[in-house]
């Protein structure tokens, strides 16, 4: 959608002059991403070096879902093709719950890969912002993201208890903004079928299809198991220097096991998501990863 130039109008002419990373935070559908873009927008044209580090797992303006992934703006280009990452780290999961330890540390790192180069980062988040994995979340996001400013985007009070933990605990600055009264939030629906998207996107036809052995995951797989039970499996194609190449899915035929993906030539090993994921309808369904390895 073609967003109202003039939205946020005030708050991005004081952002636009900030130095360091810009987070970005609230519950779904408060107008996150499209703020971001805004900013990222003024920053390019004010002629500051900037990057965009998306860190929505579930619905992804960079890269595939489960992958929080980093882009450098360096033209409007860049701007108008975010989904091309330059930089993807493997979560494994759309949704931070039970993922919560991988996916901080994927978002901390790439926003110091950003932060080396660029000195205008926007960090977008996930809507996951109350109880106890919001929280957990948020705290530990900001304190090694260190945003030199957290945008809270609340329709209410839902954030206040966030905002004071990261004041009192942090000394985080915070500027909190409304979410436009013109917003259309996306139904549940549209949500998921844009993640359908974004997996489609990564995962279509035509892949190539790799054998694999058991010693290429992380985490490592017990000697004997039964690998008919990574059938489907989600994974991340790594590519032994830290960086996710892109998604893969595992298939287990004929008693060889194999994974389907665009990225095997450089794949050094394979990182076991947190779901499975079906290859003709690209619809996911949750899994306990220790469940599936240990049973417990
Ligand atoms: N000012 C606006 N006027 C009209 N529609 C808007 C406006 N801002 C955002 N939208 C629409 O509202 C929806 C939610 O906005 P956006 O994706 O920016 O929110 P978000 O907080 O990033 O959501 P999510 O939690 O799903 O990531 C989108 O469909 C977007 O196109
Ligand atoms: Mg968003």
Redesign the pocket.
Known sequence: ?Q??PD?HRSLRERVVGEHGVIMVV?A????????ARLLLTDALEAGRSVAFVDA?VG?SAVGPPACVGLRWIDSPDALSSLEHADELRFVGSTQPQGVVLPHVVATADLVAVAARRADFVVL?TT?VVSGVVGQTLKYHLTELCKPALVIA?QRGGELEPTIGMLRRFLGTRVAKAQP?D?????SPLE?RAARVKGFAAALASPLQRWRVQLRVFAPTLPEGFDLDKLEGMLVGVQDGEGRCLGLGALEFTDGVLRVATRHGDQMKGLRLGSMRIDLDTFETVPIRLRELIFGT
Do not use: C, E, F, V
Not at 182 to 186: A, E, K, R
């Open positions: 959608m967003s109202d939205l609230g779904a559908n408060t107008g996150k991403t499209t703020l929505d619905i977008d809507g985007m436009h013109s917003l259309t939030p996306s949500q």
